[in-house]
């Protein structure tokens, strides 16, 4: 007969190995439980103490400006955005309850630039607009603490973040109200021997109507905007901004129409999202692809590179891609309030 004693050895030693293992998982999970315990622990604390930075911040912002004229008047809400020159806040009329946007501009010294002078130009050409429904209101401008505030139209946002949320681009249709209503205030520009010379579509802003559809387009950033006279024709391109060079010709820059160059660039954006690179990709793209025969001869008189055979300023504006008179806003797709 044959011991048993070995096998109940063997399963003493199987017994004992599994309960090692156990309490071995036991104890890992044990400490693995604690790990994220104190990692918890310690972001929450982390959380806590950049929340309680950020409220004690934010109190002494509002502390600084309590002082300050403009939120005298204006409650300042929340930050909106951050620019090259200026922040923009999200405000509100202490009175009326009117949401506007605040525009904080630092005078800060750089060299080569003058903030104070260019950005009193700006509110200059803002306020002569400013009662246009097509261009940005101006209702307050204030200088303090070497630093200039301009209140002004709270928009819903520009054309380019409306733009990147489409499949394809805007409709044609789309293109006409935006454009119909552009044009309306560019009038007003050109009567006054101006141009914008900034008018990309981050610049052409929509404001919603209170519980409707419908939306106004307007005019934004004059910063840049030139007095010229029609008649006077640059050899350089210190006034108006094409948005090509060409490094291997001089280009005679006909002032008055950089601009039409750019709307050129901002209808085709429009329709494709994105721009072409050459005029000679422009010019195959449209041949190809836009299906609208007005609008493709319309765009074929903008993007041409030679300005004086570019179209005239009373001819863009009569042309008949803008034969439009009342706008149908529920055929817009593309541009709807969030």
């Known amino acids: ?31 693995i439980v604690a790990v994220i315990i104190i990692v918890v622990v ?12 950020e409220d004690q911040e934010e109190k002494q912002d509002k502390e600084d400006d309590s002082e300050l004229e403009v939120y005298k008047k204006y409650e300042k809400l929340e930050k909106l955005g951050q620019g090259a ?28 630039f003058d903030i104070k002078k260019e950005t009193e130009k700006e509110i200059k050409f803002m306020k002569i607009f400013s009662n246009y429904t ?20 709270l928009c819903n946002g520009d054309l380019s973040k409306y733009l990147k949320k489409t499949k394809n681009g805007f409709t044609v249709y789309e293109i006409k109200i935006i454009m119909k209503q552009f044009n309306t205030i560019y009038k007003e520009l050109r009567k006054r021997d101006m141009i914008h010379n900034d008018v990309k579509i981050e610049n052409i802003l ?9 939306f106004d387009v307007k005019l934004s950033d004059y910063g840049l905007a030139k007095l010229i006279s029609s008649t ?18 001089t280009i005679v820059y006909y002032v008055e129409k950089s601009d039409l160059l750019v709307i050129g660039v901002d209808i085709y954006r429009m329709l494709f999202k994105e ?4 005029f000679e990709e422009y010019l195959t793209k449209i041949d190809s692809s836009v299906e609208d025969e007005d609008l493709k001869d319309l765009l074929k008189k903008l993007i041409v590179e ?8 009373d001819d863009y504006f009569n042309h008949k891609f803008f034969d439009i008179e009342t706008f149908d806003f529920d055929k817009v797709e593309n541009i709807v309030k969030n």
């Open 232 to 249: 006077k024709d640059l050899t350089d391109n210190e006034w108006g901004i094409e948005p090509f060079t060409n490094e291997n010709k």
């Open 206 to 214: 929509v404001k919603f109507k209170e519980d409707s559809k419908a």
């Open 275 to 278: 721009p072409a690179q050459t």
């Open 306 to 313: 030679d300005p004086k055979e570019r179209i005239e300023w």
């Open 134 to 153: 097509n261009s940005i209101k101006i209702y307050d401008t204030y200088e303090q603490n070497n630093t200039i505030f301009i209140v002004m139209d």
């Open 42 to 53: 310690v972001t929450s604390n982390k959380n806590k103490q950049k929340s309680k930075a």
């Open 85 to 112: 020159i200026g922040i923009v806040y999200k405000g509100r009329d202490r009175v009326t309850k009117e949401v506007v946007a605040i525009k904080e501009i630092p005078i800060l010294e750089t060299e080569g």
């Open 1 to 31: 007969m044959f011991s048993s004693e070995p096998e109940e050895r063997g399963d003493k030693i199987v017994s004992s190995n599994k309960k090692g293992l156990l309490i071995l998982g036991i104890s890992l999970a044990i400490i």
